[in-house]
């Protein structure tokens, strides 16, 4: 970071593949929450303080609700996924997406993506896609990653799912759900258990 150490993941690299999975698996770090000041590799490690909740979350959060709600504001639910929009540079929604307009499949769909890109690597993409009911089309399936066992810096590149061992990603309809912990259910005898448990 800063220019003071160029990051590789191929075998003989400067964080080349160990078996312990000490490594970073997709070949993306994340350096927003970082402090350009600190350098681990002199014992300067720091505390960084990251807010719970965001701005954006809320706003992005708001559109969500005013696209859902049985009576639909869409005016409301574009000024506000328009707000975190013109943040970041990029054109308002439906300069971008003319056809957006009136449409409220459309909508949702492009506030979930405005969430992905913007929350990513924050922890809310697992739970969003359990709570839109869509984890069975994206979770399951082999686990990419980048070519960590390549010799050389282009070919690490190539996308494998020979690395990582642990076998294919499975989500279950009863994955929706949390198990409800037994000593609770012995508690409160109205209560039953959630689905598939």
């Known amino acids: ?10 075998t003989g690299g400067s964080s080349s593949y160990l078996e312990s999975g000490d490594c970073v698996k997709v070949g993306y770090m994340w350096r927003r929450p970082l402090d350009p ?7 300067s490690w720091g505390t960084v303080f990251w807010p719970y909740f965001r ?7 708001y559109a969500e609700a005013c696209n859902e709600k049985p009576e639909r504001n869409e005016t409301e639910a ?13 054109n308002a929604l439906e300069t971008a997406y003319p056809e957006v307009k009136g449409n409220k499949d459309l909508l949702r769909m492009l506030i979930q993506k405005e969430r992905m890109v913007e929350l990513a690597f924050e922890g809310h993409r697992y739970y969003d896609a359990r709570r839109w009911m869509i984890a069975q089309q994206e979770f399951p399936g082999p686990e990419y990653s980048l070519n960590l066992l390549a010799t050389s810096y282009e070919d690490s590149w190539s996308r494998t799912s020979n690395v990582w061992k642990g076998g294919p990603r499975v989500f279950e309809p009863k994955h929706y759900f949390f198990p409800i912990n037994q000593e609770q259910l012995s508690e409160m005898k ?3 258990q959630n689905y598939g448990w």
């Open 1 to 10: 970071y800063k220019g003071i150490k160029q990051v590789t993941f191929f």
């Open 37 to 43: 000041a600190l350098n681990t590799e002199s014992g």
């Open 55 to 61: 701005l954006a979350e809320i706003y992005l959060d």
């Open 78 to 90: 574009l000024k506000y996924i328009n707000l975190v929009r013109e943040r970041s540079g990029l």
């Open 190 to 192: 109205n209560i039953t």
